[in-house]
């Protein structure tokens, strides 16, 4: 009887102790990084593995691990999972039907495997995906696609990837797939997944130009020599033309010291017989070519920089060459947003001239001092040995302030000039101008600015020009004026659903100017004459000014509609004696219109007018209007005209009794078209036009067909200049970029 209950108390004691151990261990797992769940758990307390089967769930740190079945081996943190494994590690997704995983080192390896990069919109699948790392994968057999889908549009495939996330990745025997026809074969390839950069080369440029440059292949390769320093090897063979080789530099030594180097050169093989903008050029033979381009920054402190721009071309046809593709319009910004593209000039045919700067300078409170030295490249010009260079110029510009405790404001500026060119008169310049103004309250609604100012010039001249100047001098003159103004306003309550205020402001400006004439005859032509000028302008602003509706009770404002016109009443001119023909005086001066209407965000219009009174001709008119919708469609309009004569001041420029005065060379009449109708989901039409309206010339039609789905889209784009054509087809993959054109 008694080995009959002994039996049963046995098994029942085994089973309450399994329990307990079981118990236990699950305890410590729980209190410990590491948790499990499932339908049925085992532990085997002599190997310490836990074994899981039904809807198993292994959660460790940042992560979990779901299959049909797991097993934990809980001294070395290995886990062993099968049927739909599913691992979250780190916001990685991977999944496969059979997975080896350590869940201490996040490493493993997945058989039958795929997962999903959100970063890039990356899906990969592999026989074998080994993840190596936190965020880094290695896969076998491997294809990768960015489209949605069992049978995305295009995929890569390839023997091995190697991907880190939020980077670049590195593809070896690869083939590109449209669907399930292979395209091309690529030994190698780099595609972007990977933070660290990565050296490799980088997708190649196709173009194809009929009259300049022929079939045009780009390939760059990319050295990541440091954590601060890497360098692009731009090679670029044009049929016709030859074989060019560019490199770009680029070092981030901290966020106050980074600069950009580029150089290209090329042994130029075109024959060219032609003549632009008055420059002809007979090429038969070989022409060796080049440019380079310096972009530093170093900031010694937040008042105290230094900073060179630098950009220099073998030849004057350079950018008109070029000008369908190089490294300086690929790195314009007009911005500077970006640190390492900083090229302030658009690099294509039309640039007139190209200037490189290097310039110092330290601000204090109340005072700026610059030193720069200026080198110019005029273009328009078949040498260059007339034009004036700065070597240097040196600015002091102090800022306005009280003078000695009193109304009076001073505020001045000096400039020291070495005027250098290798033809013509050249030498040095000093000059010095206080601005002296007292700001007045005339009553409760009107300011009166009264102020005199003062010019001083030296000059000493050290060129061989044999002339009747003598080669030093100096020049005294005054400027003397004042300023009335007011402004009166209104507010309006509207309260709708986006606006609930308008303000509109009045301004009147009453201007006087007085420069008396001085004799200007003995100066040397590198210094700028002031004309004599006695005259009052009138200038009346209008603004309407929007309160917004935002959320959270914040306000913010926009100018609706900015209305200013002016005009200048020359009193020189009209004390001017009687002269033949009668009616010969003109003291008015041409009335001056600027308007800015945004009235809603889809819409933008802007004019800068002048019309003679005289005549009634306009002699200046732009007009920029901008168009757009939710859809995306777009319009954009600029009309441009100046007509201009000899002696006559460019209209272009703001004029200021001390001012340099610039001169145009030549009338202007253009305008510039660019549409885009987006005509479904998926595909968009583009056009631009350029038009010299005065010698009835087209400089660009362009029309162009985008389509594009979710994971890829194409561009196909017909060019017509005025001395070539131009086929483009530019591919883009989701997740890729460009993948080239031709």
Known sequence: MLSKLFIPFGIFFLLFMTAQNLMAAEANLSKGPVTIDADSIAYDRQEDMFHAKGDAVISFSKGFLMADSVTLNRKTNDASAEGNVMILSEDDLLEGEKVRFNIETKTGIAYEGNMFLEKNHFYIKGSKIMKKGVATYHVMDATATTCDGDSPDWH??????????????????????????????????????????????????????????????????F???????????????????????????????????????????????????????????????????????????????????????????????????????????????????????????????????????????????????????????????????????????????????????????????????YYYRSEGQRGHLYDFQPVFSLPLKVGDYFQLTPQVAFKGTLWDRDDTVDNDQGKHGSRLMYNAGATLSTEIHKVYAVDGQRVDKLRHGIKPELTYTYIPSTGQNDIPDYVTKVPEQHTVTLALTNTIVAKLKEKKNEKSYMEFLRFKISQTYDIKEAARGDVAPPGDKRPFGDIDMELDVTPIQYFSFSARNKVSVYSGEWKKT?????LSDWRGDSATVGYRYARSSPGEINPFVPMSPFSSYQYAQSPLEEINLSLKAVVSKSFDLTYLLRRNELDKKTLENTYGLVYHKQCWGVEIKYSETENDRRYTVAFSLYGFGNVGSW
């Open 622 to 626: 732009n007009y920029d209007l901008n």
């Open 223 to 417: 050295w990541a020599i440091s954590e601060d320093t890497d360098a692009t090897f731009y090679q670029r063979y044009m049929e016709k033309r030859g074989f060019k080789e560019g490199v770009e530099f680029r070092y981030f030594f901290d966020k106050d010291s980074f600069g950009t180097f580029y150089a290209d050169f090329m042994n130029d093989t075109g024959r060219i017989t032609e003549t632009a903008g008055g420059i002809s050029r007979n090429w038969q033979s070989d022409q060796k070519r080049w440019s380079f381009y310096l972009n530093h920054e170093t900031a010694f402190s937040p008042s105290f920089y230094l900073r060179t721009d630098i950009s220099r071309v073998s030849d004057s046809w350079y950018f008109r060459d070029f000008t369908s593709s190089n490294y300086y319009l690929d790195s314009y910004s007009l911005n500077e947003k970006e640190r390492f593209k900083k090229v302030s000039f658009v690099g294509n045919e039309s640039l007139g001239s190209l200037d490189s700067t290097a310039r110092i300078v330290k601000s204090w409170s109340m005072y700026n001092l610059t030193a720069l030295l200026r080198s110019t490249d005029d273009f328009a010009s078949p040498s260059n040995h007339l034009t004036l260079q700065k070597y240097p110029e040196i600015t002091l510009a102090g800022s306005r302030r009280s003078l000695f405790g009193t109304p009076v404001h001073l505020e001045f500026g000096a400039v020291y000039d």
């Open 156 to 221: 890569l495939a390839g023997r091995e990837i190697n991907v880190t996330i939020d980077g670049y990745g590195t593809l070896k025997d690869g083939k590109f797939f449209i669907k399930d026809i292979p395209i091309f074969y690529t030994p190698y390839m780099i595609f972007p997944a990977k933070t660290n950069r990565q050296s490799g080369f980088l997708f190649p440029r196709l173009s194809y130009s009929q009259n300049k440059l022929g079939m045009d292949i780009e390939l760059p390769f």
